[in-house]
């Protein structure tokens, strides 16, 4: 089994910052992707930032030049420097990883963490 373990959510106001970690503890090969999706009330859960095979990344439009993935590989960690914020940033943040296990991939969710994001 997998978990994925987040911290870091809060309360900011307009154009402060916020880091948010995410930690992969259990049993797995190797980590295919991992990042960031966010779901705020009424709408689908998007992708914000995460990493992909090859070191790539991949950042929703909306926060190109505000957020900032990065990782720990040793720790299985991955961390998202929020700056910037805006009301519209505030959503329910949910770490995501795709893991290698025997000779499958398998896909986990964090249990989410709340940004608010206040004018």
């Known amino acids: 089994q997998v978990q994925l373990v987040e911290s870091g959510g809060g309360l900011v106001q307009a154009g402060g910052s916020l880091t948010l970690s995410c930690a992969a503890s259990?049993?797995?090969?190797?980590?295919?992707?991992m990042g960031w999706y966010r779901q705020a009330p009424g709408k689908q859960r998007a992708l914000v930032a995460r990493?992909?095979?090859?070191?790539?990344?991949n950042y929703a439009d909306s926060v190109k030049g505000r957020f900032t993935i990065s990782r720990d590989n040793a720790k299985n960690t991955v961390y998202l420097q929020m700056n910037s914020l805006k009301p519209e940033d505030t959503s329910v943040y949910y770490c995501?990883?795709?893991?290698?296990?025997?000779?499958?991939?398998?896909?986990?969710w964090g249990q989410g963490t709340q940004v608010t994001v206040s004018s």
């Open positions: 259990g049993t797995f090969f190797s980590i295919n992707a």
């Open positions: 990493f992909t095979t090859g070191d790539r990344t």
């Open positions: 995501n990883a795709v893991v290698h296990i025997g000779d499958y991939d398998y896909e986990y």
